[in-house]
Structures are given as C-alpha cells and as structure tokens.
T-cell receptor, first 120, second 116 residues
Framework: DTGVSQDPRHKITKRGQNVTFRCDPI?????LYWYRQTLGQGPEFLTY????????KSRLLSDRFSAERPKGSFSTLEIQRTEQGDSAMYLCASSALGGGPEPFNTGELFFGEGSRLTVL | AQKITQTQPGMFVQEKEAVTLDCTYDTSDPSYGLFWYKQPSSGEMIFLIYQGSYDQQNATEGRYSLNFQKARKSANLVISASQLGDSAMYFC?????????????FGIGTKLQVIP
C-alpha cells in the first residue's frame, strides 16, 4: 500500500463550474477526513466518514459542497458552482481504529498530498 | 472559542539548539488526543508525535517531545538539537471523542526557521 492518494493534484477551473476530487485512503483505514487549507493557515475541517457513514460535516460547509464514501472505500468531494473563495488545497486523510479501546489508540491521520484548486 | 491556539506565528532557532512551540487547547471532553504535525514547503503533512489525555507520561519520539500540562490545557512541542531540515510549518491538533464521533481540529500553525 502506498498511502493516501488524491486525484487530481491540481485543478484549474472557471467560476461556476463543478469540480470533483477523489481520495483513496489506506486500505485498512475505516476513518476518512476532508480538510481545506489556504495559504498560511492550518487545515480546516470539512467532513468525516467512518466507513461509509458521513458522521460529521462542518457548519462552515455550504450546500455547494458534498462528499460521499460509497462502500466505505474511496471518497469523493464535489464542489458545485465554484467561487473564487473556494481556491485552496483540499486535503484528505485517513486513520485506523487502533488495537486498543478508545481513547488509547493513537489513530494518527495519514494525509494525502492534496488537491490544489484554483478558481478563475 | 478556538479549539487549538498556537500563538507563535513564527520562530527562529539556531541549529543544534532546542526550541519549544506552544499549543493550548480547549475541550470539555474527558478523553481526547493531541497531535503535532510538520508541513515542509513541499506541502505534505507529516505526523510527529501523539499524546493521549489519559497518558501519565509525556510522549517522546526521537528528538521530539511533548510537554503535556493537562491542568493548563497545554501541549507544547519541544524539538531538541534542531536541524536545518526542521524548518517547516508545525501544526498542533486535537482529536475529540464525543458520542463515538471523532473530529480532529488543527491550529493555525507556527513557522519554524532553523538558522545555520
């Protein structure tokens, strides 16, 4: 397994277009996170999946954003009617349920290299 | 209120010296985890160290140690014997376990520059 992979790595689009990003997590990881990061800022939480269930979604996420994780494997993040303010790096991360009971597993996040979106 | 606060936008350290990066957190959950990640200019996020809220000992990983002061809600990262390759952004993060759900929140980061 080569880690978390994201596709595409870069996307340039015109305002108003739809874009979709894909994330393939580490195969045995049941948890998947999407974050957005702008220049000079920390990753901002967008949404979280445990297996195929989307358990939490940031209140900052507008209705133009939707994420899915069919069958609990890969995930997609779609942005509809993109705006210039959507320009950012979109990071995907996955983690495993550790061997011990919560909260004793570390469950660190393994990040992909990100998908950079530029909206013109 | 901010969940994770990193008050040092930038830090400089001389090569081979030790440096402390500050992090305070805010949670009402009794069980939580604290992480530090490094992000070099290349952009990848690299996991450095983890501290669980129930851990009695401060976590250590090689040159990295986490100074965990639970009552003060602080989780400072100490890097000993700084190297030029340590120059990067450093993010403190917290995982809260609430109702079986997990959310990992990051701070805004500290930019560390190691001076030869």
């Amino acid at each position: 397994d080569t880690g978390v992979s994201q596709d595409p790595r870069h996307k340039i689009t015109k305002r108003g277009q739809n874009v979709t990003f894909r994330c393939d997590p580490i195969s045995e990881h049941n948890r998947l996170y999407w974050y957005r990061q702008t220049l000079g800022q920390g990753p901002e939480f967008l949404t979280y999946f445990q297996n195929e269930a989307q358990l939490e979604k940031s209140r900052l996420l507008s209705d133009r954003f939707s994420a899915e994780r069919p069958k609990g494997s890969f995930s997609t993040l779609e942005i509809q009617r993109t705006e210039q303010g959507d320009s950012a790096m979109y990071l995907c991360a996955s983690s495993a349920l550790g061997g011990g009971p919560e909260p004793f597993n570390t469950g660190e996040l393994f990040f992909g290299e990100g998908s950079r979106l530029t909206v013109l | 209120a901010q969940k994770i606060t990193q008050t040092q936008p930038g830090m400089f350290v001389q090569e081979k010296e030790a440096v402390t990066l500050d992090c305070t957190y805010d949670t009402s959950d009794p069980s939580y985890g604290l992480f530090w990640y490094k992000q070099p200019s290349s952009g990848e996020m690299i996991f450095l160290i983890y501290q669980g809220s129930y851990d009695q000992q401060n976590a250590t990983e090689g040159r990295y140690s986490l100074n965990f002061q639970k009552a003060r809600k602080s989780a400072n990262l100490v890097i000993s014997a700084s190297q030029l390759g340590d120059s990067a952004m450093y993010f403190c993060a917290m995982r809260e376990v609430s109702g079986g759900y997990q959310k990992v929140t990051f701070g805004i980061g500290t930019k560390l520059q190691v001076i030869p």
